[in-house]
């Protein structure tokens, strides 16, 4: 069992065992961020699903309307005047078949990969690179399109590309530890609105089990579910 630092074990101790109301849990979330570097604000939630069917899979966006608090650098691939296009928009790292053979060699100086339809059949021969590091694009994950400009502006501004792992659990960051309290919440609802818009169809029963959230390097504190799901952006701030 591995052990726990002393630093861990006094923050364990300001979190109660119980269902926080969501703006509470979070104000103890930065009160309990004190690494020597600014922390990601983490959610941890297990859902009532079986990802091993097709008809139980959770894999979407989220467009967070706080921002992640991150430099996201974006590569496109594409051909002709999507190139041109790409770096217009403010894509910082552009190409077509050149840059695939690059990627190939080695080269991940970039966080979100975006490929237009018709270079897709190219493309595909990185999965095995790309995949375990979730920069496969998808038309799921608004990474596969030709709309170029608009899927560069919006993962630049916050959106971010999530799944429900093989156990139903679904691990997302949604901003900084530097964030207010609200910031923060605001970004929650979204995140809990987009997971309950995208219900797989095969998910039968109760579908929140469990709802965590954590600094990188702290402790995970419960959230009240139904105090989340009741709350309104208007009521935030």
């Keep these: 069992m591995a ?49 091993k069917y097709t008809d139980q899979q959770l894999r979407t966006t989220v467009a967070l309307p706080k921002g992640t608090g991150q430099i996201v650098r974006v590569a496109v691939i594409a051909r002709g005047e999507k190139v041109n296009e790409a770096s217009n928009a403010g894509a ?25 339809p018709d270079v897709m059949p190219q493309v595909a021969k990185l999965g095995k690179l790309l995949g375990p590091r979730g920069l496969m694009p998808s038309p799921k994950g608004g990474t596969v399109t030709f ?45 809990q609105e987009t997971i309950d818009r995208n219900r797989p169809s095969g998910a039968k029963g109760r579908y929140w089990r469990t709802f965590y959230v954590s600094a990188t390097m702290g402790p995970s504190i419960k959230i009240d579910v139904t105090a989340l799901r009741d709350l309104k952006l208007s009521e935030v701030g």
């Design 3 to 51: 052990k726990i630092s002393r630093r861990l074990q006094t923050l364990q101790a300001k979190v109660e065992d119980k269902d926080y109301h969501p703006l509470e849990a979070l104000t103890l979330l930065k009160d309990t961020a004190t690494a020597k570097f600014v922390e990601a604000a983490e959610a941890h939630i297990r859902l009532g699903i079986d990802p």
């Design 92 to 116: 910082d790292i552009v190409g077509s078949e050149e840059l695939i053979d690059e990627i190939q060699k080695g080269r991940m100086d970039f966080d979100k990969l975006i490929a237009t």
């Design 147 to 191: 709309d170029i400009a608009s899927a560069i502006a919006e993962f630049k501004a916050g959106k971010l590309e999530f799944r429900a792992d093989r156990t139903g659990i679904v691990h997302v960051m949604f901003g900084k530890t530097t964030f207010s309290p609200e910031d923060l919440l605001v970004n929650l609802k979204a995140l």
